[in-house]
């Protein structure tokens, strides 16, 4: 099997900071796209960012120039750099990756349990 564990949430401050991280493990081969999403109370799931195995980027607009993702394949493991945060980022956020396992022919999605970022003063 295949574990998506999150790790780095909580309270901040408005204007403040936070790092998500999110390390895949199990029977892994390879990780393909690795990616952030986040739910807010009383709205859809969405896309924050995601990044390729090639380490090529896509932002929500309202994330873009404050977020950043980044990876380290050789730990399976996604990153999410959270700067200027604001009140509307405050959401459940979880870790997305497309894994390819040990005996596998297809890759598969695989989400993390979910973590709490609240921002509020």
């Known amino acids: 099997q295949v574990q998506l564990v999150e790790s780095g949430g909580g309270l901040v401050q408005p204007g403040g900071s936070l790092r998500l991280t999110c390390a895949a493990s199990g029977s892994i081969r390879s990780v393909n796209a690795m990616g952030w999403y986040r739910q807010a109370p009383g709205k859809q799931r969405e896309l924050v960012a995601v990044?390729?195995?090639?380490?090529?980027?896509n932002y929500a607009n309202s994330v873009k120039g404050r977020f950043t993702i980044s990876r380290d394949n050789a730990k399976n493991t996604v990153y999410l750099q959270m700067n200027g945060l604001e009140p509307e980022d405050t959401a459940v956020y979880y870790c997305?990756?497309?894994?390819?396992?040990?005996?596998?022919?297809?890759?598969?999605?695989?989400w993390g349990q979910g973590i709490q970022v609240t921002v509020s003063s």
């Open positions: 997305n990756a497309d894994v390819l396992r040990t005996y596998g022919f297809v890759s598969v999605s695989y």
């Open positions: 990044i390729t195995s090639g380490r090529s980027t």
